[in-house]
């Protein structure tokens, strides 16, 4: 933004998001970087001419005091001098003159602007007393859903008819507070520039700028923004892909295809049926207060997991949701079922939650592993599910040399799994073709049981990650915990129990693979005789599998 001789001007996509009715509730300015955001809140209520009103207050909010000092400060001091407001450098509050103060000598005692912050979810009690016309909080996606609604919901409010008492927020992709953000003003209309009306009747606008909207941006900044490494970044910051930003963990989560990337470069994928005799497996992060989430998860003969249903209760006792759990346990027939550590706490009751899974669920489950390091090992593998690249080659005269002491070694004192991951470094380079090692069904076609064949909260999930911070007690290279991330926990669980399955059931997993040829043969050939004579084969271990096709019968 500049002012030119006094007069700012804003761009077109700012000329919308000012003209916004005040009946509309809540104003989102959402994009990419240098679209103009902060400048347009910072001037919003001039625009309007509300400072002139002596009652008039303002509340720009941004997450932390050192982004308010070190950006907003020094931005302010550019246009609110220029309308006689005087800045209260300990309060943080810019105050505008009365109109019947001009050439009194009075000190400013007029409309209010507060540069606020909000870092803590308990900071919200600050404001509790204020009563604020134009709530502004800047960056939106860096505040949680709780400050947001608390302060927007319970402080904005006006008794001067004249006065609004509005929300204008403004924001970009990524964030602890991107899925809220997109739930609630992006997903409803994703290019914006409609009305949208919530609970209460309370209106909703979405205004979606970039920086090609700003002809104030800097050209080489914009051109900079090419340069960021990870595609999907580069698609959020600069164009306000709300879709593409993939949270600052997995950046390698894809929910659509890019022209510019492989075909297999793919996580969300239509729906389709599963094979009976794939391996199914139930997994639950157990909670009351916070979710019970459960995933439904299939292992296809490539070795490629397929979240193909969710489920999830709030506030629901086990013995409301455990009956309808148990009913897709009839039917998928899984080989493993598990819930999180937790369900087996002694919480000082007679029966412990894994207990009383149990009983509702007539079987026994398992539990997740609780380990130090666990979580990080989750998310190591996590990755490893999420790799959609092939492996880098090395070539022969390069691979290090084998040595069998060290791979003892290894054995003696790292464990199996390091042990094989040793040995597979020397195995003969081939392509990958289960990469990624994880998709995720979203189809709008309804299940047996009227519910969509759809994963939404998982796919949100994964994008929400963000890397904890010193705050938060946890490993540097650890997810912060956030509200939803339930089904991150859970795929954490459910990529550790596959990876125990291959280990643990490699004949069993052989017989999959053959039925899986089976049904090959049967599309091209169908014939069905030969198909169930060759299945009975499969399902007798003794006997070994032998492909019937159309012209060929079994030997006596």
């Not at 997740?368 to 190591?380: C, D, E, L």
């Amino acid at each position: 933004m500049s002012f030119d001789k006094g007069f700012w001007k804003p761009n077109r996509k700012q000329e919308i998001f000012l003209s916004l009715p005040n009946s509309i509730f809540e104003g989102f300015y959402g994009g990419g970087n240098a679209s103009g955001k902060s400048d347009v809140l910072l001037v919003y209520g001039l625009i309007h001419r509300w400072h002139e009103n002596p009652t008039f207050k303002q509340v720009f909010m941004r997450r932390t005091f050192p982004e308010l000092r070190n950006e907003i400060v020094p931005r302010s001091r550019e246009i609110y001098p220029k309308f006689g407001a005087t800045f209260n450098k300990t309060d943080m509050v810019w105050t505008f003159p009365r109109k019947d103060q001009f050439g009194s000598g009075m000190t400013n005692e007029g409309a209010m602007i507060f540069l606020g912050h909000c870092e803590e979810e308990s900071d919200v009690h600050k404001y509790d007393s204020m009563e604020i016309n134009l709530f502004t909080p800047d960056e939106l996606t860096s505040f949680s859903e709780y400050i947001y609604l608390y302060i927007g919901f319970t402080r904005v409010r006006t008794k001067v008819p004249e006065l609004p008492a509005i929300i204008r927020a403004a924001g970009m992709p990524g964030g602890m507070g991107h899925t809220f953000v997109k739930k609630r003003f992006i997903n409803p209309c994703p290019p914006g520039g409609k009305i949208i009306v919530g609970k209460g009747n309370v209106k909703r606008f979405y205004v979606h700028s970039t920086v090609v909207d700003n002809p104030h941006a800097d050209p080489e900044y914009s051109a900079r923004l090419d340069g960021i490494p990870s595609e999907a970044e580069r698609k959020a910051r600069k164009f306000g892909d709300w879709d593409a930003y993939q949270g600052q963990v997995f950046d390698e989560f894809r929910d659509r295809h890019y022209p510019d990337e492989p075909e297999n470069a793919l996580h969300v994928v239509p729906s389709f049926e599963i094979p009976v005799w794939w391996p199914k497996m139930i997994i639950g992060d157990w909670g009351f207060a916070a979710m019970t989430y459960i995933g439904y998860y299939a292992i296809s003969p490539s070795k490629r997991m397929y979240l193909y249903r969710e489920r999830n209760f709030l506030k629901t006792k086990i013995s409301e949701w455990a009956p309808i759990v148990k009913d897709d346990m009839e039917r998928d027939n899984p080989k493993i079922i598990k819930f999180c550590r937790s369900a087996g706490q002694d919480r000082g009751l007679e029966h412990t939650i894994q207990s009383q899974i149990e009983e509702e669920l007539g079987r026994p489950i398992e539990l997740s592993a609780n380990t130090p390091g666990s979580r990080i090992a989750g998310k190591m593998l996590l990755h490893e599910y999420l790799r959609w690249t092939q492996k880098p080659f090395i070539p022969p005269s390069e691979m290090p040399v084998y040595s069998e002491e060290y791979a003892m070694w290894i054995l003696r004192n790292k464990g199996l799994p390091d042990y094989q991951a040793y040995l597979s470094i020397f195995n003969a380079h081939e392509p990958e073709t289960n990469i990624p090692k994880l998709q995720i069904f979203c189809c709008k076609e309804k299940m047996h049981d009227g519910h969509p064949n759809c994963c939404p909260m998982m796919i949100d999930a994964i994008r929400a990650c963000s890397y904890a911070k010193p705050k938060d007690n946890k490993p540097a290279e650890d997810v912060a915990e956030f509200d939803g991330d339930d089904p991150y926990d859970d795929l954490r669980y459910a990529c550790d129990s596959a990876e125990r399955y291959f280990a643990e059931s490699s004949r069993e997993f052989d017989k999959i693979k053959k039925q899986e040829i089976l049904t090959q043969i049967l599309a091209g050939t169908q014939d069905w005789t030969g198909y169930y004579r060759n299945m009975r084969v499969v399902e007798s271990v003794a006997k070994p599998m032998q492909v019937v096709s159309r012209f060929h019968r079994r030997s006596a």
